[in-house]
């Protein structure tokens, strides 16, 4: 008996007041068919009504991938978790998801994506929830947030602080979904899935298990299927007898605005000479510096923004594979991509489950991470999770507290001020207009990353800039390193309003970080 059926069936299937889980990272890996179907029967016929949606890291994008957005009508959605959400730039519409947690139509909570892993696997197993230290002392604490993205949010609370062996811990309680949506390459008639053509295995796996643990539906989105017994049992990730209901699309992309780039899912492997360089300005100065903290043979882990740019600059001094990079999606090696196509990696030399990825990034296995910041302030907190004016500027956290939770040493990158004008030139960096706001405020909006709680670690954390290198020292932000051209009064000390201070023994950064040709990384 075929398990494959239309994305209209597989929707129809889904009871009111279901508990759903959906395997996806932005486009990577999304299930939009039946995510689209989903709220095509909502509209049609008013059902399902009243469902929660977990998405341990985001379901769709703003660029054609509507992912989540199918599903956020009133009525049809009351409750979301996301590591992450749909982002983008200013001049796109709002996405219909943001809308209703701004104005307060869903219950809506922003959870790292590990910690949605780690829920998963103990749901399936039938343990009583996740115990953790991640998150302690950020927006993820009950003692702030408590992960609530809005009022509703805030009036069921999914986390508290227990006490458990003399210590103090998070404790986010199960909740058990009863419905996957899934997606992978190839299924057979059984259900077997095999990820081929994708970026990522994300976790499927997991998901699907602790739906059938719990006697649940278990819907797969694939672009093909093929015979029982003609997929190679190795290459099998999601198996059969998980699997419910099958639905195609053959039209599925691989990632957002990538229909299909084999490098990405690891069938060629690029020459290094094919990707481009960071391309030249003063981001790219950023991320030079944030590669010196590099040394060969390291793992280090990347995120978005400034930071994505450091492999690109290994590239361009000729080291490509002198350090071993590993990203929250799943990809270990090769060079992550940027744009469109971040989350994966080309020349990869291993894909991990995410669920694996992350239980390695809380554990602290890496050697750094490089991440970005949208501001900081007196305490060394960083805030990349919330702006409050522009909210889907930012995804929220993703795995950013996760990985800066056990991370021995972190780099964070970011522009000083919004809007300065800056020359930039082999001499120096000169500030020619005074931007429109600082990035070094006096507290942030949102606390993703805590400057005490990383003292108290004995964490290594640096804040780089167009400006300056700063160091969190025990009273604050400490400016160690000035770029060249920089005045330091002028244009960290009284830009900042005084909330950097400068070292005694301050040092001018190289020439070689503004030079044309490489600054000779390595030597």
Known sequence: MTKVTSAEHAAAQIPDNATLTVSSSSALGCPDLVLKALGERFDAKG?????????????????????????????????????????????KPMPEIWRMVVENRVAAYNVPSGILFDMTREAAANRPGVLTKVGMDTFVDPVREGCAMNDRGAEAAIVKRVEFDGDTWLHFPNIVPNV??????????????????????????????????HGGLVIAQVSQVTKRGSLRPHDV?????????????????????????????????????????????????????????????????????????????LLEEGHPDAVTWAVEQGAVGGVPLTGFAFGCA????????????????????????????????????VNVSKL???????????????????????????????????????????????GKFTKMVEAVEHVTFSGARARKLGQEVLYITERCVMRLGDTGLI?????PGIDPVRDIVEASGGRVTLAEDAITLPLSLLADAPMGWGQ
């Open 47 to 91: 059902h399902p009504t009243n469902l929660t949606s977990i998405h341990p890291i985001a379901a769709g994008d703003m660029y054609g991938v509507k992912g989540v957005d199918h599903i956020a009508k009133d009525g049809l959605l009351a409750r979301i978790l996301g590591g992450s959400y749909p982002s983008g730039p200013s001049s």
């Open 180 to 213: 996957a949506i899934l997606r992978a390459t190839t299924a057979d008639e059984h259900g077997n899935l095999t990820y081929e053509h994708e970026g990522a295995y994300l976790g499927g796996l997991e998901q699907a298990i602790c739906v059938r643990n």
């Open 237 to 313: 990730r999601v198996p059969g007898h998980l699997v419910d209901l099958v639905v195609i699309d053959p039209d599925q992309k691989q990632t957002c605005e990538t229909p299909y780039d084999p490098a990405i899912s690891g069938h060629v492997m690029r020459p290094w000479d094919s990707f481009a360089h960071a391309e030249p300005g003063v981001e790219k100065v950023i991320a030079r510096r944030a590669a010196m903290e590099l040394k060969p043979g390291m793992t280090a882990n990347l995120g978005f923004g400034i930071s994505a740019m450091v492999p690109r600059i």
């Open 346 to 381: 080309s020349n990869a030399d291993a894909f991990v489950p995410s669920p694996q990825q992350f239980i390695y990034f809380q554990g602290g296995g890496f050697d750094v991470s490089f991440l970005s910041f949208l501001e900081v302030d007196v305490e060394g907190n």
């Open 388 to 434: 409050g004016k522009k909210p889907y500027l930012t995804a929220g956290c993703g795995g950013f507290v996760d990985i800066t939770s056990g991370a021995k040493k972190i780099v964070f990158s970011g522009w000083f001020e919004a809007g300065a004008q800056i020359a930039l030139s082999a001499q120096g960096i000169e500030v020619k207009t005074p």
């Open 479 to 483: 400016a160690t390193e000035i770029m």
